[in-house]
């Protein structure tokens, strides 16, 4: 048995980020992680910022997208377009090496190949030797093993996505394409991100849903000429339990749904959460990280929760119309000028400075049936 101040179950970004952060405090930190050498399962986009706050070296960087081009379901097509790089495409299996690299060299011991198979609230059992941590942190993902040894709820919603590697040449070179299309992606959308060699196609549903299918058929429709390299799979958490933390045990990343509604982003949201922990840990302030990390991501979730809620609500008419308005040069300079994806709420803020967008603004509103229908969603 091995006494260690912090065990961490799952060597994904957000386990390897909460290891190296901890270890750099001075913790004694064991990482375990099952399945090192996993497929790609991330479409890897991330903001710019993002991979400042989170030391993500330039040599992970495959793709710079300057934009995107979004396709509502009634063929209707926004093509925006900025004059500088607005998000970047990641290595994301060279990543996940990276992180636990980093781990490692910040003095955690990363155990790889070896998986956590339970805990009885003193011990962790694992496939090589027992643990006996101070405190236990579930990184492990969505399904989160962890969450359910501590009594922890699990995430409100689970999506799945599917998503393709293919060779194909990218229609619209350094941007990445997002199909809203209610009969191709049920409960979320689809996407085309080009990496620089290949073009990662994927598409998200409810859960239950025919996700691989839906694949199939949007490689049909949209890349017929494309040749499959290989296919996987994943979760994807919406909704963060109303408690991530107990005394001596820690969820972050997927676990705790720290992701983004209305992209399934994780990395950034996953990974800040994560820094935060490990060095709550290292401080001895960990009782704090349940109200701080809600404090920095709370409102954003929620405010995305509720816009979800509110797309879900739309018929693919309206889809394609909001599409259309997508066309309309001030608003598409607007949102690539003050847009933010990783804090959509701001756009709310960015609006109320931008009085030349109020009339276009209520015209769609009175269109899709006027603020009733989505006061709501604003509760
Ligand atoms: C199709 C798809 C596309 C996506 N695209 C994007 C994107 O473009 N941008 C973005 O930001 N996010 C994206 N995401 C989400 C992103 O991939 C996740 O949010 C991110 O991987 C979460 O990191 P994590 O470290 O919390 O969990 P994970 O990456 O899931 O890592 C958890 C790790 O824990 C390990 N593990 C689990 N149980 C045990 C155990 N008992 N013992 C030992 N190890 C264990 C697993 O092997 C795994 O490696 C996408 C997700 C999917 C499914």
């Known amino acids: 048995m091995l006494r260690v101040?912090?065990?961490?179950?799952?060597?994904g970004p957000a386990g390897s980020i909460v290891a190296r952060e901890a270890a750099r405090g001075g913790l004694k930190v064991v990482l375990l992680e099952r399945a090192p050498n996993a497929p790609l399962r991330c479409a890897g986009v991330i903001s710019l910022r993002a991979r400042e706050e989170l030391g993500i070296p330039e040599e992970l960087v495959l793709q710079r997208l300057v934009g995107v081009v979004v396709h509502g379901p009634q063929g209707t097509r926004a093509v925006l377009t900025a004059d500088s790089p607005k998000a970047l495409v990641l290595d994301r299996v060279g990543l996940d090496r990276y992180l636990r690299n980093e781990a490692r060299e910040a003095g955690a011991a990363v155990w790889e190949g070896i998986s956590a198979d339970g805990w009885d609230h003193s011990l962790l059992i694992?496939?090589?030797?027992?643990?006996?941590?101070?405190?236990?942190?579930?990184?492990?993902?969505?399904?989160?093993?962890?969450?359910?040894?501590?009594?922890?709820?699990?995430p409100g919603e689970l999506l799945v996505g599917y998503?393709?590697?293919?060779?194909?040449?990218?229609?619209?070179?350094g941007?990445?394409?997002?199909?809203?299309?209610?009969?191709?992606a049920p409960g979320f959308f689809a996407w085309a991100v080009p990496t620089g060699e290949l073009l990662r196609v994927g598409v998200v549903t409810h859960r239950g849903g025919k996700g691989y299918e839906h694949l199939k058929s949007l490689l049909l429709r949209e890349f017929p000429?494309?040749?499959?390299?290989?296919?996987?799979?994943?979760?994807?958490p919406l909704g963060p339990p109303p408690s991530t933390a107990t005394e001596r045990v820690f969820l972050v990343g997927d676990a705790a749904a720290q992701t983004k509604p209305l992209?399934?982003?994780?990395?950034?949201?996953?990974?800040?959460?994560a820094k935060l922990l490990g060095r709550l840990l290292s401080e001895g302030r960990q009782a704090e990280y349940e109200r701080a990390w809600r404090g920095e991501l709370g409102r954003e979730i929620e405010f995305a929760l509720r816009a979800r809620r509110a797309y879900l609500d739309l018929s693919p008419a309206e889809l394609d119309y909001l599409v259309s308005l997508l066309r309309v040069p001030e608003l598409g300079k607007f949102l690539l000028t003050r847009g933010d994806m990783d804090r959509p709420s701001r756009i709310l803020v960015e609006l109320r400075r931008a009085p030349?967008?109020?009339?276009?603004?209520?015209?769609?509103?009175?269109?899709l049936g006027g603020f009733s229908r989505f006061a709501q969603f604003l509760q």
């Open 5 to 11: 101040d912090v065990a961490v179950v799952g060597g």
């Open 126 to 154: 694992t496939s090589r030797e027992k643990l006996a941590p101070e405190f236990l942190v579930g990184a492990d993902g969505a399904l989160s093993g962890v969450a359910r040894w501590a009594g922890l709820a699990p």
């Open 163 to 173: 998503q393709a590697e293919v060779e194909a040449e990218p229609r619209y070179p």
């Open 175 to 184: 941007h990445a394409e997002i199909f809203l299309d209610p009969a191709i």
């Open 225 to 236: 000429e494309s040749r499959v390299v290989r296919i996987s799979g994943g979760l994807i």
């Open 263 to 273: 992209t399934g982003g994780g990395l950034y949201y996953g990974g800040l959460a």
């Open 356 to 367: 030349h967008l109020w009339p276009l603004g209520l015209r769609a509103l009175k269109t």
